[in-house]
């Protein structure tokens, strides 16, 4: 499984911060529509932090293909987006089981019943979770939002050399730039692993980004790419540095289902 995960940044909302949690949710046989109904109710409490602002935004992916074995790997992934580390860590301060239950009941008045929201919160949904609190280390400019139903790639890295951050900025960046500039790609980010919980895969320091345009590749190795190292030979020689500096763990696909800001 561990592997499987290959999945980070961000989806369209991470552009506009610096810090995220993201988890990933591995939901047990034949559940998926119960889990989709648990998140239906947690995003009422995700609403009501945005507008208190403690949070900066909140996504739902379903993870649709990974490089790895899919049957290991998770169902869903959720991205919870804070402006900084101190409003992220605030926003548990003074929650309680029945805080919540008091907030997510009152913005669901007349729409679920109490007793229907403590039965689909009681339901054992997932096998475990496993989250990740990232920072933005670097992306693409300008800025873009996703819409539901479009498409983001993921690759979880495992650093290998202390200067691994410095290849994805000064040679990773400028060639996905360029394509963004022309039109192969809609943005690139590079986040770094702050944290984790006990279950996630210890091996992963980084996630890349993608949201690519649907119809096109990013071209890495074309002689525009080339052209901005000093040429071919330039270009390869780095390009094996930067092979040697990370391990690419797995990548996956995702589509945006739900988003709140």
């Not at 301060?93 to 913005?107: A, D, H, L, Q």
């Not at 670097?138 to 498409?151: A, H, L, N, S, Y």
Request: glycine share 4%; aromatic share 10%.
């Amino acid at each position: 499984m561990k592997k499987l995960l290959l999945l980070i940044l961000i989806c369209p909302l991470l552009v506009f911060s610096q810090v995220a949690t993201i988890d990933f949710h591995f939901i047990n046989d034949g559940m998926k529509d119960d889990y989709l109904e648990v998140e239906k109710v947690w995003v009422e409490f995700h609403k009501q932090n945005i507008e208190d602002g403690k949070m900066f935004g909140w996504s739902l992916f379903k993870i649709e293909s990974t490089s790895n074995n899919d049957s290991e790997a998770p169902d869903y992934m959720t991205l919870n987006r804070f402006e900084s580390k101190e409003a992220m860590e605030s926003m548990w301060n003074g929650v309680t089981p029945e805080s919540f239950m008091k907030i997510v009941k009152n913005r669901l008045k007349g729409k679920i019943s109490a007793r229907k929201i403590k039965k689909i919160l009681e339901a054992k949904v997932k096998k475990s979770v496993h989250t990740y609190t990232i920072k933005m280390k670097d992306q693409t400019v300008p800025p873009v939002e996703m819409k539901i139903g479009e498409t983001l790639n993921i690759s979880a890295m495992e650093q290998k050399v202390d200067d691994y951050d410095k290849y994805e900025s000064f040679v990773a960046k400028p060639i996905v730039q360029s394509n963004v500039n022309d039109g192969n790609l809609k943005w690139w980010g590079f986040t770094e692993v702050t944290a984790r919980s006990d279950d996630s895969l210890k091996e992963v320091t980084h996630f890349t980004w993608q949201i690519p345009v649907d119809g096109k590749n990013v071209k890495w190795f074309d002689d525009k790419a080339t052209s901005m190292f000093g040429g071919k030979f330039t270009f390869d020689k780095l390009a094996n540095l930067v092979g040697e500096s990370r391990e690419i763990v797995g990548s996956t696909k995702l589509k945006l289902i739900m988003t709140e800001k």
